[in-house]
């Protein structure tokens, strides 16, 4: 089966401190990966996305991503959090279904808190 | 304008209601969504709409109908809802469907009583 996992529910990490978000799905196809970012009470923003070329893609807020094809990962880090980042993040895998369309598929989500 | 408006932003209804949740979008986007989202959860996707035209019915209940009048627009209406439909109703748009590039609006808080 075509799945996306995100392997941690929460990650608490003090302001300034780096931080990694860790996703990993399953596709026998090629992909496109992306992260979203859902603030309170606030709807999902993009983040970042790797379409094709350079497998190192970044934000304009700090993040970055690594897409790592031989252990089908796409993990969200960033050198140095602050609170405004604590968030839930989202990363999503577009995997081709029956009927010629390709589906975003959603992890279930990490929370990031950051503490002072 | 890189956004997507919903409204209204909170409802409340009973379950003999008819309610609409409407979405708009002036981003000449072609492809619109609506997907739903429980607390603690990833949005779950409900319906796609590309050129106006229904794409993608992922086996909604009827009690939910979506309704596309324009390319900008992009309804749905709810009747006969039932407690557990309580969510964020959150709709998206990209420039074509198929692409996972979509824009969020901050959604509707659906409550069903």
């Known amino acids: 089966a075509q799945s996306v996992t995100q392997l941690d529910s929460q990650v608490p990490v003090f302001e300034e401190a780096p931080v990694e978000l860790r996703c990993n799905y399953s596709s026998s196809v090629s992909v496109y990966l992306f992260w979203y970012v859902q603030y309170p009470n606030q709807g999902l923003q993009l983040l970042l996305k790797?379409?094709?070329?350079?497998?190192l893609v970044e934000s304009i807020n700090g993040f970055e991503a690594e897409f790592n094809k031989s252990q089908t990962s796409f993990h969200l880090r960033k050198p140095s959090v602050h609170i405004s980042d604590t968030a839930e993040y989202f990363c999503a895998v577009t995997l081709p279904f029956s009927g010629g369309y390709n589906k975003l598929i959603f992890g279930a989500g990490t929370r990031l808190a950051v503490h002072p | 304008d890189t956004e997507v408006t919903q409204t209204p932003k909170h409802l409340v209804m009973g379950m003999t209601n008819k309610k609409s949740l409407k979405c708009e979008q002036h981003?000449?986007?072609?492809?619109m969504y609506w997907y739903k989202q429980k607390a603690k959860k990833p949005p779950e996707l409900m319906f796609v709409y590309s050129y106006e035209k229904l794409s993608i019915n992922e086996s909604v209940p009827s009690r939910f109908s979506p309704e596309c009048p324009n390319s900008s627009l992009l309804n749905l209406h709810l009747h006969a809802l039932q407690p557990e439909d309580s969510a964020l109703y959150l709709c998206?748009?990209?420039?074509?469907?198929?692409?996972?590039?979509?824009?969020f609006g901050e959604g509707s808080r659906l409550t069903v009583l």
């Open positions: 998206a748009s990209s420039q074509e469907w198929n692409t996972g590039e979509l824009f």
């Open positions: 981003m000449g986007h072609r492809a």
């Open positions: 790797y379409l094709s070329g350079s497998t």
